[in-house]
């Protein structure tokens, strides 16, 4: 109750000035505004940041002063005291958990918006165990019913995105995320699709150690990707740099292509860098699963824009839930904006930049171009689908950005949808769903 009112009082305060100035007709300060929110929500921490975060990768859900300032926040929460630790572990594990452990660090080694991790050693490995913060569930459910408060606010200001099957979609995951028995099976499902990637290393479950509250991996060693990247700086590190975003880039889209199955969360605490430029991946809390014939659209949409094939274009986006868009010309133009624009790097046959010479601004100018029509054909409902799809694109193109990784990306692409078979896929998808028991997240 307490979080409900403080969520409710910080938000509903800044909701209140947004309406006001769209039925007042006041003059609103949209940057400091934007700026207060983002206070409010970084105090906060929790999972109604980390919506944030994610709301503010997909294009136009917000206006732009605001997810510019969102996409700045950051999940480190201040770690929670050893008295905690010591009675939610015996809460997890009973009495004699100290026992089950050779030694386990009193200080927190990470912290994150959901949970904590400390540094422990058994039966000769070195292992991560991750504890979730107390009342989470409760925090879930007062944020998620104040998103739909800020959703229903923005709606009435600005009708060119319907948030409805957003809102789905982020409560989804975010409930998801409190079920780290769950998560333990998503990280074995990753170590099973990466399996053939040596770029890539996934942490193993421990499962006689793990709870729904609790969750114990293996530690991997590694470096923070900023730090690495500052490091690499200049052209003699040119090769290197690109040699992590490459190993980036198979880390989510192996899985995507080959296995339908996505990791919605590149944020730059969710991975790390070991010495051969191999990437680590850590956290696997919000992963989506797609239909075969969704990851088809993605494909066929790619060859449609690189062949000019209308009616290829018309089954991508009907096959993504976008109903009779072929009598919908308008409609189509204006996505095709925002979908030329994250395909454009993966058309070209050059190396380049992931965003090319113009930078975020050419994406800031799709960004608005698509606001601009869909104003005025009445809105748009995004299919849920999209939220994470736009989060994985977005965050891992600012990754690149930051190694300044400069990629042949269309040679990168070809290669790994090359003889794609959506059947192939779904039985492939399946398989290894039902061998690390989320048989029910079959689409």
């Not at 980390?50 to 206006?63: F, G, N, R, S, Y």
């Given at each position: 109750?307490?979080?409900?009112?403080?969520?409710?009082?910080?938000?509903?305060?800044?909701?209140?000035?947004?309406?006001?100035?769209?039925?007042?007709?006041?003059?609103?300060?949209?940057?400091?505004?934007?700026?207060?929110?983002?206070?409010?929500?970084?105090?906060?921490?929790?999972?109604?940041?980390?919506?944030?975060?994610?709301?503010?990768?997909?294009?136009?859900?917000?206006?732009?002063?605001?997810?510019?300032?969102?996409?700045?926040?950051q999940s480190n929460a201040p770690p929670m005291g050893w008295p905690f630790v010591r009675r939610r572990m015996r809460t997890e594990l009973g009495a004699g958990w100290e026992q089950r452990f050779d030694s386990f660090g009193r200080e927190a080694a990470a912290a994150a918006s959901l949970g904590q991790v400390?540094?422990?050693?058994?039966?000769?490995?070195?292992?991560a165990c991750k504890l979730q913060y107390p009342d989470m569930a409760s925090a879930v459910e007062a944020d998620v019913q104040q998103l739909r408060l800020a959703f229903s606010v923005y709606r009435q200001y600005d009708r060119a995105i319907d948030t409805s099957e957003i809102y789905a979609e982020l409560t989804?995951?975010?409930?998801?995320?409190?079920?780290?028995?769950?998560?333990?099976?998503?990280?074995?499902?990753?170590?099973?699709?990466?399996?053939?990637?040596?770029?890539?290393?996934?942490?193993?479950?421990?499962?006689?150690?793990?709870?729904r509250r609790l969750l114990t991996m293996t530690w991997l060693e590694g470096r923070p990707l900023l730090e690495v990247a500052q490091e690499l700086s200049g052209s003699q590190g040119q090769e290197r740099r690109d040699a992590i975003a490459l190993n980036m880039f198979r880390a989510w889209y192996v899985p995507?292509?080959?296995?339908?199955?996505?990791?919605?969360?590149?944020?730059?605490?969710?991975?790390?860098?070991?010495?051969?430029?191999?990437?680590?991946?850590?956290?696997?809390?919000?992963?989506?699963?797609?239909?075969?014939?969704?990851?088809?659209?993605?494909?066929?949409?790619?060859?449609?824009?690189?062949?000019?094939?209308?009616?290829?274009?018309?089954?991508?986006?009907?096959?993504?839930?976008?109903?009779?868009?072929?009598?919908?010309?308008?409609?189509?133009?204006?996505?095709?904006?925002?979908?030329?624009?994250?395909?454009?790097?993966?058309?070209?046959?050059?190396?380049?930049?992931?965003?090319?010479?113009?930078?975020?601004?050419?994406?800031?100018?799709?960004?608005?171009?698509?606001?601009?029509?869909?104003?005025?054909?009445?809105?748009?409902?995004?299919?849920?689908?999209?939220?994470?799809?736009?989060?994985?694109?977005?965050?891992?193109?600012?990754?690149?950005?930051?190694?300044?990784?400069?990629?042949?990306?269309?040679?990168?692409?070809?290669?790994?949808?090359?003889?794609?078979?959506?059947?192939?896929?779904?039985?492939?998808?399946?398989?290894?769903?039902?061998?690390?028991?989320?048989?029910?997240?079959?689409?």
């Amino acid at each position: 109750m307490r979080r409900f009112a403080r969520v409710g009082g910080e938000v509903g305060w800044l909701a209140a000035q947004l309406a006001g100035s769209r039925v007042l007709g006041t003059t609103l300060d949209k940057g400091r505004h934007s700026q207060q929110l983002k206070a409010a929500l970084g105090g906060l921490k929790g999972p109604l940041m980390k919506a944030a975060q994610i709301l503010a990768t997909v294009p136009e859900a917000l206006p732009r002063e605001y997810a510019e300032e969102l996409r700045q926040l950051q999940s480190n929460a201040p770690p929670m005291g050893w008295p905690f630790v010591r009675r939610r572990m015996r809460t997890e594990l009973g009495a004699g958990w100290e026992q089950r452990f050779d030694s386990f660090g009193r200080e927190a080694a990470a912290a994150a918006s959901l949970g904590q991790v400390h540094k422990a050693e058994a039966g000769g490995r070195t292992l991560a165990c991750k504890l979730q913060y107390p009342d989470m569930a409760s925090a879930v459910e007062a944020d998620v019913q104040q998103l739909r408060l800020a959703f229903s606010v923005y709606r009435q200001y600005d009708r060119a995105i319907d948030t409805s099957e957003i809102y789905a979609e982020l409560t989804a995951r975010l409930r998801e995320e409190l079920d780290y028995e769950r998560e333990a099976q998503h990280m074995a499902l990753y170590r099973l699709m990466l399996a053939g990637e040596t770029g890539v290393t996934v942490p193993e479950p421990v499962a006689e150690l793990t709870t729904r509250r609790l969750l114990t991996m293996t530690w991997l060693e590694g470096r923070p990707l900023l730090e690495v990247a500052q490091e690499l700086s200049g052209s003699q590190g040119q090769e290197r740099r690109d040699a992590i975003a490459l190993n980036m880039f198979r880390a989510w889209y192996v899985p995507f292509y080959y296995h339908g199955v996505i990791h919605g969360d590149p944020h730059l605490g969710n991975y790390s860098v070991r010495p051969d430029d191999g990437v680590n991946l850590l956290d696997f809390g919000c992963i989506r699963v797609f239909r075969p014939d969704f990851v088809e659209g993605v494909i066929d949409l790619y060859r449609a824009f690189e062949t000019d094939d209308e009616a290829l274009a018309i089954k991508a986006y009907e096959s993504w839930g976008f109903a009779g868009i072929a009598d919908k010309p308008d409609l189509m133009q204006a996505l095709n904006i925002w979908a030329r624009f994250l395909y454009k790097p993966l058309l070209e046959d050059r190396v380049q930049s992931i965003m090319g010479e113009r930078g975020s601004m050419e994406g800031a100018e799709a960004a608005g171009q698509v606001h601009k029509e869909l104003r005025r054909l009445g809105g748009v409902k995004p299919p849920r689908e999209f939220v994470l799809m736009d989060r994985a694109a977005i965050g891992l193109g600012s990754v690149f950005l930051h190694l300044k990784a400069e990629i042949n990306w269309h040679r990168v692409f070809q290669e790994l949808i090359a003889g794609f078979d959506a059947a192939a896929l779904g039985r492939r998808q399946k398989q290894a769903l039902k061998q690390v028991g989320l048989a029910e997240e079959i689409p």
